[in-house]
Protein backbone atom coordinates (compact mmCIF):
# COMPACT_ATOMS: atom_id res chain seq x y z
CA UNK A 1 0.00 0.00 0.00
CA UNK A 2 1.48 3.41 -0.92
CA UNK A 3 1.84 5.94 2.16
CA UNK A 4 0.39 9.73 1.00
CA UNK A 5 1.27 12.88 2.80
CA UNK A 6 -0.80 15.88 2.09
CA UNK A 7 0.73 18.35 0.09
CA UNK A 8 1.53 21.18 3.24
CA UNK A 9 3.14 18.10 4.90
CA UNK A 10 4.82 16.87 2.66
CA UNK A 11 6.67 20.55 1.98
CA UNK A 12 7.23 21.11 5.51
CA UNK A 13 9.00 17.64 5.41
CA UNK A 14 11.09 17.99 2.29
CA UNK A 15 12.31 21.82 3.94
CA UNK A 16 13.59 20.44 6.91
CA UNK A 17 16.81 18.74 7.35
CA UNK A 18 16.82 14.91 7.75
CA UNK A 19 17.54 15.03 11.45
CA UNK A 20 14.47 17.20 11.79
CA UNK A 21 12.33 16.12 9.16
CA UNK A 22 12.37 12.21 11.34
CA UNK A 23 11.51 14.03 14.52
CA UNK A 24 8.72 15.88 13.10
CA UNK A 25 7.13 12.97 11.24
CA UNK A 26 7.35 11.25 14.57
CA UNK A 27 5.49 14.25 16.06
CA UNK A 28 2.65 14.77 13.17
CA UNK A 29 2.18 11.01 14.46
CA UNK A 30 2.30 11.34 18.13
CA UNK A 31 1.08 14.74 19.36
CA UNK A 32 -2.31 13.73 20.82
CA UNK A 33 -0.35 13.49 23.75
CA UNK A 34 -0.58 17.34 24.15
CA UNK A 35 -3.66 18.19 22.74
CA UNK A 36 -6.07 18.54 25.22
CA UNK A 37 -3.85 21.47 26.46
CA UNK A 38 -1.44 22.56 24.84
CA UNK A 39 -0.94 25.69 26.21
CA UNK A 40 0.10 24.22 29.02
CA UNK A 41 2.79 21.56 27.62
CA UNK A 42 4.15 24.94 26.34
CA UNK A 43 4.11 27.13 29.54
CA UNK A 44 5.17 23.61 31.51
CA UNK A 45 7.98 22.88 29.01
CA UNK A 46 9.25 27.13 29.58
CA UNK A 47 9.88 26.19 32.64
CA UNK A 48 11.82 22.97 32.30
CA UNK A 49 14.00 24.80 30.20
CA UNK A 50 14.45 27.48 33.12
CA UNK A 51 15.12 24.74 35.25
CA UNK A 52 17.64 23.37 32.71
CA UNK A 53 18.67 26.91 32.30
CA UNK A 54 19.99 26.56 35.87
CA UNK A 55 22.39 23.83 35.35
CA UNK A 56 23.42 24.82 31.70
CA UNK A 57 24.75 27.89 31.40
CA UNK A 58 24.50 27.79 27.14
CA UNK A 59 20.95 27.03 27.60
CA UNK A 60 19.55 30.22 25.34
CA UNK A 61 16.90 31.75 27.52
CA UNK A 62 16.17 34.30 25.48
CA UNK A 63 15.46 31.90 22.44
CA UNK A 64 13.33 29.03 24.57
CA UNK A 65 11.01 32.31 25.28
CA UNK A 66 10.71 33.76 21.87
CA UNK A 67 9.96 29.79 21.16
CA UNK A 68 6.80 29.95 23.86
CA UNK A 69 6.05 33.56 22.30
CA UNK A 70 5.51 31.80 18.57
CA UNK A 71 4.71 28.69 19.94
CA UNK A 72 1.32 30.34 21.86
CA UNK A 73 0.65 32.83 18.84
CA UNK A 74 0.53 29.29 16.62
CA UNK A 75 -1.90 28.47 18.67
CA UNK A 76 -3.55 30.80 18.81
CA UNK A 77 -4.69 30.53 15.23
CA UNK A 78 -6.48 27.16 15.84
CA UNK A 79 -10.13 27.28 15.16
CA UNK A 80 -13.06 25.31 14.89
CA UNK A 81 -13.57 24.07 11.02
CA UNK A 82 -9.96 25.07 9.99
CA UNK A 83 -8.72 22.45 7.36
CA UNK A 84 -7.47 19.29 9.90
CA UNK A 85 -4.23 19.21 8.04
CA UNK A 86 -2.90 23.15 9.33
CA UNK A 87 -3.77 21.76 12.51
CA UNK A 88 -2.02 18.84 12.79
CA UNK A 89 0.81 20.83 11.56
CA UNK A 90 0.42 23.47 14.21
CA UNK A 91 -0.05 20.54 17.14
CA UNK A 92 3.04 18.76 15.67
CA UNK A 93 5.08 21.75 15.32
CA UNK A 94 4.33 22.74 19.27
CA UNK A 95 4.71 19.04 19.98
CA UNK A 96 8.20 19.75 18.66
CA UNK A 97 9.47 22.49 20.60
CA UNK A 98 7.94 20.70 24.14
CA UNK A 99 9.84 17.50 23.10
CA UNK A 100 13.34 17.78 24.31
CA UNK A 101 14.55 14.82 22.00
CA UNK A 102 14.00 16.01 19.02
CA UNK A 103 16.51 16.99 16.72
CA UNK A 104 18.87 17.42 18.90
CA UNK A 105 18.43 17.65 22.73
CA UNK A 106 16.68 21.18 23.74
CA UNK A 107 18.13 20.68 27.44
CA UNK A 108 21.78 19.24 26.59
CA UNK A 109 22.66 20.70 23.23
CA UNK A 110 24.18 24.46 22.61
CA UNK A 111 22.26 24.01 19.43
CA UNK A 112 19.01 22.18 21.16
CA UNK A 113 16.31 24.87 20.29
CA UNK A 114 17.86 25.96 16.58
CA UNK A 115 15.99 22.71 15.43
CA UNK A 116 12.81 23.72 17.37
CA UNK A 117 13.13 27.28 15.72
CA UNK A 118 13.70 25.54 12.69
CA UNK A 119 10.62 23.89 12.57
CA UNK A 120 8.20 27.08 13.82
CA UNK A 121 9.65 28.59 10.85
CA UNK A 122 9.17 26.29 8.09
CA UNK A 123 5.45 25.12 9.96
CA UNK A 124 4.77 29.16 9.67
CA UNK A 125 6.14 29.90 6.25
CA UNK A 126 4.06 27.06 4.99
CA UNK A 127 0.91 27.79 6.82
CA UNK A 128 1.64 31.40 5.09
CA UNK A 129 2.18 30.35 1.69
CA UNK A 130 -0.91 28.25 1.68
CA UNK A 131 -3.21 30.76 2.27
Not at 12 to 28: I, P, T
Amino acid sequence: MEFFLHPLVEKVLKSLGRGSAAAMQECLDGYGSIEADPRGAVVAHLETLREAGRQNEFLDMVQAQRLTTRSLALLDRLQDGMPAVERKLILAAVYYFIVDEDGESDTESILGLDDDEQVLDVVEKVLEESR
